[in-house]
């Protein structure tokens, strides 16, 4: 079995389960995105990249991340909160989010952060309101709900009519014309996000052609201001959200995605002026593939028609397998050169559905075995909880190259 390359000796020294980062494959990765990104921004107008902290906000990690230039992408007070601390300077920060507590609002006001992405004219009025309030002004733009399909797993859609995110897009106009007549909020432009795990760029084209339609269709709006003079409202920025995948099934062969692919459809697809400027919020993409779990094999079971290799990581350490039906491979890296068997691999939770792979070949395993399972350094960590009363597991970050 080929295997990624681990320090097995310093694994063994410590309790597992934990993850381990790769710094090696995030810098790479890392450079690829800027690279890509500089490429674009020379060919059309700036484009900008957020990292989406709800993937792995472990400080070390965002620390590495914010060094590297890139902005964030937050969902909750909390995140906005540790972007700050990793040092992303807050007017790159952006905040996403079906309902803000008027906590997090106001905090994230107090804090300057570059803009608050909007779902609902609903959450536009309180916004507005808490800014006023507050003796300030809150940029926003408006997260619209594109009904594009992103084809991709049921619970990570969030771009369809049927999902709870963003503003239907018949109420575009309405909530346009609202920021323009609220006080305290300035309309920056349009925010889009319509799923995650897309490794096909079909559902972005599709989304770029919709993006082109809202532009033209809220550009052409004329809005009456509080002093009601009229203004023609101006698209200036465009952030396109996030969502592009990672290949699952080979962490060795492509451990970096297609970023160039990600980029060029943008650049053909997505009408963008001079005086536009174009955001992003990738998370996946950027620190999946430079995480794992490693684990040790408990016990090795016989069941009635099948063979249990039962691991001290449960779903309370990376979830994804059983809320996603999500697929991590899985190496044994103690035996990597033993022949195959037909395992099903299972922790240890009190739920049936506590397992992270059936029917799956992997070097024969022993109790005691090491058994890492890659491409887990997004929604891995910051999803883990501690259902059964388990601890959380720690991490560790490999020392720089
Ligand atoms: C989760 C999320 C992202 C990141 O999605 P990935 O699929 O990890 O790239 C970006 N934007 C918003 C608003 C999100 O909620």
Known sequence: MITGHFPIAQFERLETPFYYYDMTVLSDTLRTVNRERAAVSASCSAFDVHYAIKACATDAILQKIAQAGLGADCVSGGEVKAAIEAGFPADRIVFAGVAKSDREIRYALEQGIFCFNVESL?????ISSLAFEMGTTARVCL???PNVDAHTHGKITTGLSENKFGIPMR?????VACCYRLPAVEFLGLHFHIGSQITDMKP?????????ELVAEVEQMTCTDPNGNTVRPTVQHINVGGGLGILYEHPNHFPIPDFKAYFDTWRTHLHVRADQQVHCELGRSIIAQCGNL????????KGENKQFAIVDAGMNDLIRPAMYGAFHRVENITHPEKEEQLYDIVGPVCESSDVFVENYHISAVERGDLLVMRSAGAYGETMASQYNLRRLPGHIISSPK
């Open 294 to 301: 490693v684990t040790r094999v408990l016990y090795v079971k």
């Open 143 to 145: 997260r619209v709900n």
């Open 204 to 212: 972005f084209v599709h989304l770029a052609h919709r993006i082109n």
């Open 171 to 175: 109420f575009l106009p309405q909530a």
């Open 122 to 126: 609903e959450e536009l009025e309180v």
